[in-house]
């Protein structure tokens, strides 16, 4: 059985930095992307960064310049960094991980979320 696991998240004042953790574990072959959604009150869920397992990433346009999303490939794990917050950076972040399983081949893989609020 494989889980995705997030830590970290928060409040913080407008201006502050957060780093956000995820880590997949279980019966896992390699894990292909994996990145971060945010779904904020009342709307839909978000990309908010993505990295491929050779390193290449895809933010979100108010994301960038802010954010920094790595990996670590030996331990499965991405992390998240965030500054220069905003209020609109307010909402449930997910974990998500694209794994190939044993047995079977890649599928889709969210965590349970993790709150970030941003005041003003």
């Known amino acids: 059985q494989v889980q995705v696991v997030e830590s970290g998240g928060g409040s913080v004042r407008a201006g502050g930095s957060l780093s956000l953790s995820c880590a997949a574990t279980?019966?896992?072959?390699?894990?292909?992307?994996m990145g971060w959604y945010r779904q904020a009150p009342g709307k839909q869920r978000e990309m908010v960064a993505r990295?491929?397992?050779?390193?290449?990433?895809n933010y979100a346009d108010n994301a960038k310049g802010r954010f920094t999303i790595s990996r670590d490939n030996n331990k499965d794990t991405v992390v998240l960094q965030m500054s220069s917050l905003e209020p609109d950076d307010t909402g449930i972040y997910y974990c998500?991980?694209?794994?190939?399983?044993?047995?079977?081949?890649?599928?889709?893989?969210w965590g349970q979320g993790t709150q970030v609020t941003v005041s003003s």
């Open positions: 998500y991980a694209s794994i190939w399983v044993s047995g079977a081949f890649f599928s889709d893989y």
């Open positions: 279980g019966a896992i072959v390699t894990i292909n992307t």
């Open positions: 990295i491929t397992r050779d390193g290449g990433t």
